[in-house]
């Protein structure tokens, strides 16, 4: 059974940073890329970055140079440091892993419980 514990979420003032940790157990089979989601109330699920097991990275237009992913593969962990945080900002942060079936080769996506990430004055 795969667990993704996130932590790190809470309040922030414009400008300020806050990192994200997200740390998967219990994987099987060979873990594609990791990465963070994002939902603001009222509005879809979007992706705020991804990084693959060989380091590439992809974000949301919007947050580029102000938010970096980075990944711990021997530890299968994930963070997200987000600089210059704006009001904009503010939503739930999943944490998403994608894997392979070593045998099937199937896909398999897993979600963490989500954590609240408001940016405020």
């Known amino acids: 059974q795969v667990q993704l514990v996130e932590s790190g979420g809470g309040l922030v003032q414009p400008g300020g940073s806050l990192r994200l940790s997200c740390a998967a157990s219990?994987?099987?089979?060979?873990?594609?890329?990791m990465g963070w989601y994002r939902q603001a109330p009222g509005k879809q699920r979007e992706l705020v970055a991804v990084?693959?097991?060989?380091?590439?990275?992809t974000y949301l237009d919007s947050v580029k140079g102000r938010f970096t992913i980075s990944r711990d593969n021997a530890k299968n962990t994930v963070y997200l440091q987000m600089n210059s945080l704006k009001p904009e900002d503010t939503a739930v942060y999943f944490c998403n892993l994608e894997s392979r079936a070593y045998v099937s080769n199937n896909v398999y996506t897993y979600w963490g419980q989500g954590t609240q990430v408001t940016v405020s004055s």
């Open positions: 219990g994987t099987a089979g060979r873990v594609v890329h």
């Open positions: 990084i693959t097991s060989g380091g590439d990275t």
